[in-house]
């Protein structure tokens, strides 16, 4: 049970590792003298706390303090105490900080990295477990009360907050070094339990003023980019790759494919169909509010963009153009793909000539080729997402033009095999169906592909999950 090895090179013995008989042996030796002392001195593995815990040993934070700290250099150490998280509590965290800012300078970036991100995870847990905020907001909401005390709460309540928790891998065993806090742990963005986006539509009266909207949605406008700057700075959303926005978000419309979603669905549902609100009653109100997500550099804000340029009060010269600057990978990778799918649906007939020109140029170009990872059959997977959308948007029967039509029969040549999946699939490139009960990566996705072109398909799902990001 000691720690005379190297933590990074070893692994301790762990309480699945141990006989009744060692477990006796702990309790006992542990059960006499300073508690604390014995910890950090012997130093067993932190996957000891629970049971430790259960034996009546450890009566407060302060006893495993010293023990904690002494594993900071520890990656099972970060795994051991993320999958105890709830067992902490405050002032655990505080002790820890303490702590930690004397070592942070000789750890590891990722380790330091991870060792804040678990005190705070720990200081700001236990305070939302004590609150309901929906709970308490509901009556108020429904009266009709629009104070802006009551809007900033309603922002804060629907802004999905850091959750730490175990990461499930079936790599656990690697012991290789890790350069990302979600390699060690899961990192996610969730809104607190009893929020649901249909509830909270229906008790926002369609009957508030434009000015009272417009007010709501500036503050969940905030809201939303001061929790996508914590997700990037985090290292689960960023520009380029998927992220965790797109887990969360299949579709910014509503979509049977949001069901069960959470983090940031919530907020990100509720704007949406307030814009669309607001878009009713006093377009200019809404425009300006459009033209500021525009200014907001994360992916979120632009698919919240290309949502409401679907709609015939953006004037068709904006949407246009929002698809002409739209960052090229977006066009075809990422859950962004949907908006962009569904924009060119809804508003094509709309565009100027030379604006589908210029559309029909970059959908030709693909996807770019720095978006993915070395090994990826590049030429292949772009070939695969300008089929993609030029093929839907031949049977949607939209004009594509003959530069666009040659590059698609010259791809049907190569790859004479491919077909377009339903046409509700769209823009998806991961898809439940709820009837089967499936899961991400499951056979769903080949639902309506012959049999002759499964191989080729499955191929075409694999690669695209192999693009630079959080997959």
């Not at 069960?260 to 509010?289: C, D, N, T």
């Not at 070939?383 to 791809?411: C, K, T």
């Not at 169906?433 to 072109?453: F, R």
Request: hydrophobic content about 40%; charged content about 30%.
């Amino acid at each position: 049970m000691t720690d005379q090895q190297d933590p990074k090179t070893e692994r301790k013995k762990t309480p699945t590792d141990a006989s009744d008989f060692e477990r006796e042996q702990l309790r006992l030796f542990l059960s006499e003298g300073d508690l604390a002392a014995t910890l950090a001195t012997i130093n067993p593995s932190l996957a000891w706390l629970p049971v430790l815990s259960e034996m009546k040993l450890i009566q407060g934070d302060n006893q495993i303090i010293g023990w904690i700290e002494r594993n900071f250099s520890d990656e099972d150490a970060v795994r051991d105490v993320v999958a105890n998280i709830g067992f902490f509590s405050p002032e655990t965290a505080n002790f820890l900080e303490f702590r930690l800012n004397r070592e942070v300078e000789n750890l590891p970036p990722v380790l330091a990295k991870c060792w804040q991100l678990i005190i705070r995870h720990i200081r700001e847990a236990q305070t939302r477990l004590l609150r309901d905020d929906w709970f308490e907001l509901e009556p108020l909401v429904l009266r009709g009360d629009h104070s802006a005390a009551l809007l900033e709460r309603i922002a804060q309540t629907l802004r999905p907050k850091l959750k730490l928790g175990k990461r499930i891998s079936f790599y656990d065993t690697v012991r290789a070094p890790h350069e990302r806090p979600w390699d060690l742990m899961s990192i996610d963005f969730e809104v607190q339990d009893g929020v649901s986006t249909v509830e909270f539509l229906q008790a926002w009266s369609k009957n508030a003023t434009a000015e009272t909207d417009l007010s709501l949605l500036a503050k969940l406008t905030s809201a939303l980019e001061a929790a996508l700057a914590d997700a990037a700075d985090v290292g689960v959303e960023g520009n380029k790759g998927n992220g965790t926005t797109d887990h969360d978000v299949p579709s910014v419309a509503h979509h049977v494919q949001n069901t069960y979603r959470s983090g940031f669905h919530a907020i990100v549902r509720v704007m949406a169909e307030l814009w669309l609100r607001l878009a009713r009653k006093s377009p200019q109100l809404a425009l300006p509010l459009l033209r500021r997500w525009c200014h907001i550099d994360f992916r979120l804000m632009r698919r919240l963009v290309l949502f409401a340029c679907a709609d015939p009060v953006v004037s068709s010269d904006v949407a246009a153009d929002m698809l002409i600057e739209l960052p090229r990978g977006e066009l075809f990778l990422t859950s962004s793909s949907v908006e962009v799918f569904r924009l060119i649906r809804t508003r094509w007939p709309d565009f100027a000539v030379e604006k589908q020109r210029a559309i029909l140029r970059r959908l030709c170009e693909g996807p770019p080729r720095d978006w993915f990872r070395e090994g990826v059959e590049i030429d292949q997977t772009i070939d695969r997402s300008r089929f993609d959308i030029l093929a839907e948007m031949e049977r949607d029967g939209l004009a594509i033009g003959g530069s666009a039509s040659d590059l698609l029969n010259e791809i049907r040549t190569r790859w004479p095999t491919w077909r377009l999946r339903p046409a509700e699939q769209a823009g998806f490139h991961v898809w439940h169906e709820s009837s089967s009960g499936a899961v991400d990566g499951g056979a769903e996705k080949l639902t309506g592909v012959p049999d002759s072109e499964l191989v080729a398909e499955s191929k075409k799902l694999a690669l695209i999950a192999l693009f630079i990001g959080k997959c």
